[in-house]
């Protein structure tokens, strides 16, 4: 497939990354506006909710776009999600004499705020990288025991708090918690100094089962409505104290980012591809029918107060052990209803390469060797003040399917009140 011409010229660049082949989903406001649903178009944003308001689009016998979330068109199902992208395709394809009526829906997206794209109804993150966990096992367990001896077996998950999931652009208020030197007797409470992030690809769920009735891989590959980039922020120092025997708790809720748009598996279809080599055969209920990996390519950057940003990590989605499809498979597999707007996180994707590390975690390897930024600061885990981005983009044969960026800046932890 190659670049699809628009009459919104600036799409029809091979760099940009919202070409007529992406139309990504977001809810965007401008100046003294509600929040309303817009599609990407080049350097614009075609606004959906007002198209529909004018009888424009219709998708179903009530409005889709009233709300400020795409999750009602979520819940109407890949047919519908199919026949409203054939329509946008459709008017927005250069050669169609559509420019007159549609241009006063376009808005520049430089004068739009963007805001979360959806209602998160529950939230799961997995640790679905082998990379990521051979190097976290490595670290903690040594090289013997780097993997644990479930994980090529099992998609390991937990579950976390969708009320944590902000839109790019959101602050991130550095948690307080409890935790305890390795020296110390007892632990102690305060701002964690183990900031971190995990970079992630993050599964929009468009579908949902009845509990008590599982889905296939290839149903959950059809339910995956679209992806976001997903920053898991991460206090290791209250992780390291908390995590046995349950697993994750206030070391990672208290803000998990995505990317503003919704980049639909639609748009990805052409950049499918499959994972790496399998080391031992998967149960017959985690086996994939066909590619369900995407080659997209993903980069951090850290850029301290005022000053330019560095790129600590370069990687690419199709490093990852399991697919998306694989973890929503595996979690309905027990009966667990899963619901449109569910939102799971892929785990931390690290590469092979010890710059394809997906986190301070292992960049530094736990605090040991520091990184030196471009502009002279040395980090070994996120101080107040540092911005931290998560970028990501598929390369098609002459288009971009972009995902924009996630970034978020750390502030300080609040005074805790004493009774
Ligand atoms: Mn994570």
């Known amino acids: 497939m190659s670049l699809k011409r628009s009459w919104v010229q600036s799409a029809n660049s091979a760099e940009t990354f919202f070409p ?3 139309l990504p989903y977001g809810v965007f406001s401008v100046a003294g506006g509600d929040p309303r649903c817009g599609v990407a178009i080049g350097d614009m944003i075609l ?3 007002a198209m529909e308001r004018n009888g424009l689009i219709a998708l179903s016998d009530g409005p889709c776009f009233d709300l400020p979330f795409w999750n009602k068109l979520m819940r109407l199902g890949p047919k519908v999600w199919q ?9 927005l394809s250069e050669g169609t004499d559509n420019e007159a009526t549609l241009s006063p829906y376009l808005v520049p997206q430089e004068n739009a705020r963007l805001h979360m794209p959806l209602r998160v109804a529950e939230y799961t993150d997995f640790y679905a990288s082998k990379h990521h966990a051979t190097n976290v096992g490595t670290m903690f367990r040594g090289a013997g025991n780097a993997l644990p001896p479930n994980w090529l077996h099992i998609p390991i998950g937990y579950n976390g708090r969708a009320s944590s ?22 632990p102690s409470f305060g701002p964690s100094r183990r900031l971190d992030i995990e970079l992630e690809m993050g599964a929009i769920i468009g579908g949902s089962n009845a509990l008590g009735q599982p889905i296939s891989v290839a149903e959950a590959d059809a339910m995956i409505f679209g992806y976001v980039l997903l920053n898991d922020w991460s206090a290791r120092d209250i992780q390291a104290w908390e995590y046995q025997p349950l697993g994750p708790f206030q070391a990672k809720v208290f803000a998990t980012s995505i990317s503003p748009w919704i980049v639909t598996t639609a748009a990805l279809e052409p950049i499918r591809t499959s994972p790496p080599p399998r080391e031992t055969c998967l149960l017959p209920y985690l086996l994939e029918p066909k590619p369900m990996l995407f080659e997209i390519e ?17 990687t690419n989605y199709d490093q990852m052990y399991y697919s998306a499809a694989q973890l929503l498979a595996h979690h309905a597999s027990s009966g667990c209803a899963m619901n449109v707007g569910d939102l799971l996180g892929s785990g931390t994707i690290s590469g092979p390469g010890k710059s394809q590390r997906g986190s301070l975690l292992e960049l530094t390897w736990g605090g040991q060797e520091p990184l ?4 002279g600061e040395i980090r070994t885990f996120i101080e107040d003040g540092d911005t931290l981005t998560l970028k990501g983009v598929a390369k098609g044969d002459g288009f971009c399917i972009g995902f924009g960026s996630c ?4 502030t300080p932890a609040p005074k805790f009140p004493r009774n």
């Open 20 to 22: 007529l082949n992406n």
């Open 47 to 49: 606004d959906v909710s």
């Open 83 to 91: 026949d409203f992208r054939n329509q946008l395709t459709a008017m």
């Open 165 to 186: 999931v902000v839109v790019s652009g959101t602050d991130v208020v550095r948690p307080n918690g409890q935790t305890k030197e390795p020296d110390a007797d007892t």
């Open 298 to 314: 993903l980069t951090v950057t850290m850029a301290p107060p005022g000053k330019a940003a560095t790129v600590i990590s370069e």
């Open 372 to 375: 030196t930024l471009d502009t």
């Open 407 to 410: 970034s978020g800046t750390v």
